[in-house]
């Protein structure tokens, strides 16, 4: 399985930056996997940042909640997060990862998700 995440770089804040991320390898077609995006900056613990299900539901981390949106493509194995407004505060590194026997309620837990990409930096200058 690999997930590659691409997309990220410098920006200044109040820019945007879409992300995005290629699957391939699954056992199983690609709409079978719930995929997220966590992210995590130097010292912090990898946090959520959103998630959406085959269906299009989705989730999102609080301190991004209306300036990021998640989309994904089932048909091109691939998902995306355009995010808006950006901040200082979202300089991290944002990571691609993919379950296919998610607990919704448990979304937020990176621990539940079996593949990972490798990230890419992120960073909001001020």
């Known amino acids: 399985v690999q997930l590659q995440a691409y997309g990220g770089g410098l920006v200044q804040a109040g820019g945007s930056l879409r992300l995005s991320c290629a699957a391939s390898?699954?056992?199983?077609?690609?709409?079978?996997?719930?995929m997220a995006w966590f992210r995590q900056a130097p010292g912090k613990q990898r946090e959520l940042v959103a998630v959406?299900?085959?269906?299009?539901?989705?989730k999102y981390g609080e301190s991004v909640k209306g300036r990021f949106t998640t989309s994904r493509d089932n048909a091109k194995n691939t998902v995306a997060l355009q995010m808006n407004s950006l901040k200082p505060d979202d300089t991290a590194v944002y990571y691609c990862a993919a379950d296919r026997n998610l607990i919704w309620g448990r979304v937020q837990f990176s621990s539940e998700y079996d593949y990972w990409g490798q990230g890419t930096q992120v960073t909001v200058s001020s």
């Open positions: 959406i299900k085959t269906g299009g539901n989705s």
């Open positions: 390898g699954f056992t199983y077609r690609f709409s079978a996997y719930t």
